[in-house]
């Protein structure tokens, strides 16, 4: 089991700057990969961004360049630094935590956080 709890969300203005932390109850090394996702209201939920026990990380294209994530392994916690937001990134932010052992996967999903952007 793996328990998650974001933090950070709130109300900024458009070309704003917010970072979302998201903290586990066990090891982040032991988590094969994390992820922040968000959804908007009446929209599906859409992946973020991701990064690996490796290191590597991704982004969805609407974010690339200005949303960085990151983690502190000695704090096991994932961060999701949010620049030049734009009302369209309003949404609830959720982390996500995926482990896997052998052919078992298993995914994990933190409460949300809210993020509005106002124009």
């Known amino acids: 089991q793996v328990r998650l709890v974001e933090s950070g969300g709130g109300l900024v203005q458009a070309g704003g700057s917010l970072r979302l932390s998201c903290a586990t109850s066990?090891?982040?090394?032991?988590?094969?990969?994390m992820g922040w996702y968000r959804q908007a209201p009446g929209k599906q939920r859409e992946l973020v961004a991701t990064?690996?026990?490796?290191?590597?990380?991704d982004y969805a294209d609407s974010v690339k360049g200005r949303f960085t994530i990151s983690r502190d392994n000695a704090k096991n916690t994932v961060y999701l630094q949010m620049n030049s937001l734009k009302p369209e990134d309003t949404a609830v932010y959720y982390c996500?935590?995926?482990?896997?052992?052998?052919?078992?996967?298993?995914?994990?999903w933190g409460q949300g956080t809210q993020v509005t952007v106002s124009s």
């Open positions: 066990r090891s982040i090394l032991s988590i094969a990969s």
């Open positions: 990064i690996t026990s490796g290191g590597s990380t």
């Open positions: 996500k935590g995926r482990t896997l052992r052998g052919r078992d996967i298993n995914d994990y």
